[in-house]
């Protein structure tokens, strides 16, 4: 059995694991990163690039067809467009390979040491990993476990055949006719909203009241709104109860108790994440964990000395930049470096049509947390920028605390909103005040005008509205 050793062995190269060895590597950390399948984990292969450029395939559809149907505002008119989804695909498939290549080439340059298998802790300093050419021993001094998610399945709709996860829903090369999505979460919404945008006809099955539980009604009202316009059939408080007997459907209950079928060429099951952990030898460690995920504290160390865990295996929020983030200060940490988790706010996006995006705390969180709140809301319908990109929808909202006028939070829902999660994360981040961005001139015209505009409003004194 070969035998390597290291200082530092990071098991699995997501963008939790791989960010993790880049940095190790750059800060000099003789450094392994061991992968079972390919480089970039969920998020390069499976996850937020594949589903983002299926978005944009979507979004390039919709706008052809509405100008073939005459749908625009301004005039536009076209003759009817066709998809060919196996070109998209192989688009999608092409722009994932690039990355992996990447990712490959930046592990080289900063001398990390890449070992293609399937990692078991033997004990809490040696790993065994089954490679092509046979097991190899890896000892470490220490050991990060970023081992990343799997989609959860649900017993009575097991995936294989036309019940899918977002991995078969991002390979599809024809378009499924009646498409059934059960969970509204992020990966239902989104892929959801893209097949309806595509041409299929979408029903979602949301277990919970509201589509998007995660966040408030006023953020997701957009959403909805919009979901009706595409035809899209939500039914909320839901339960999924398994196939037609024929299999050519969804049982359903209603949130009235009532029995119903749901017709489809595609069930798309997005009801959560699980951690990956199978196999991994973790009944050969004493760690402590929270449910199936391992628990960490604020320098992503877990029960046992020199044992890290960072990324969707340690739970929520399941973000790639949060990853990423732990990553990055665990090879400072294994350096020697004083860091530890402090982080004022994570953005989360949803990048549904329109999009939300949420930092720090929402209104109902913060006065949970004990603040009085001063809250300014701007709406697009009074930005000239989403006028001339026809979309009004949304507004921008900004949350602080009464007496100091501290930001604690800020939301947006709107059409292309992702991009403004810079700005709030840095704000947030850097402890800005109403004052602060009421104060920052923002370049007109855009987007970006709500945001200080929302600061205006809770100061009172907002100027466009
Ligand atoms: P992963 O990316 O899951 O990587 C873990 C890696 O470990 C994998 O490559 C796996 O093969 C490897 N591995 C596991 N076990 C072993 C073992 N025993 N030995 C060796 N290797 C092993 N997040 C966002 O922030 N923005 C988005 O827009 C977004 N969109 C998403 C869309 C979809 C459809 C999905 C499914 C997820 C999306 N996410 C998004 C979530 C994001 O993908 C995850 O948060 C992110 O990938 C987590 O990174 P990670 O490094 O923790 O784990
Ligand atoms: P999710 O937690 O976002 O949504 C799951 C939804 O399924 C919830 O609304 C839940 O109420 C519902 N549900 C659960 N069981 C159900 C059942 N039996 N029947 C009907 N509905 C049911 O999970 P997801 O959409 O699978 O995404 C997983 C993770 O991936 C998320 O936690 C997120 O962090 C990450 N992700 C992020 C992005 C992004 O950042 N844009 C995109 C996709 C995924």
Redesign the pocket.
Known sequence: MTEITCKLLVIGAGPGGYVCAIRAGQLGIDTVIVESTKLGGSCLNV?CIP?KAMIHVAEEFEKAADAAAGRTPFGLTAGAPALDLKQAVAWKDGIVQRLNNGVAALLRKAKVKIVHGRARFRDGKTVVVETETGPKTIQAEAIVIATGSA?VE?PFLPFGGDVISSTGALALTELPKRLVV???????L?LGTAFARMGSKVTV????GNI??LYDTELTGPISKRLTALGVEVLTGA??LGLTPKGDGLRIETADGKERSLPADKILV????KPVTDGLGLENLVLDMDGRFIRIGERCETAMRGIYAIGDVTG????AHRAMAQGEMVAEIVAGLPRAWDKRGIA????TDPEIVSVGLSPQEAKAAGHELKIGQFPFAANGRAMTRHGEAGFVRVVADARSELVLGIQAVGQGVSELSAAFGLAVEMGATLQDIAGTIHAHPTLGEAFPEAAMKALGHALHI
């Open positions: 996850g589903s989609p649900l059960v969970g509204g979460g992020y990966i239902g989104e099955v949301e277990a919970q998007l539980p339960k999924a997005t009801v959560g994440r929520e929020p399941m973000l989360a996006i949803c990048f």
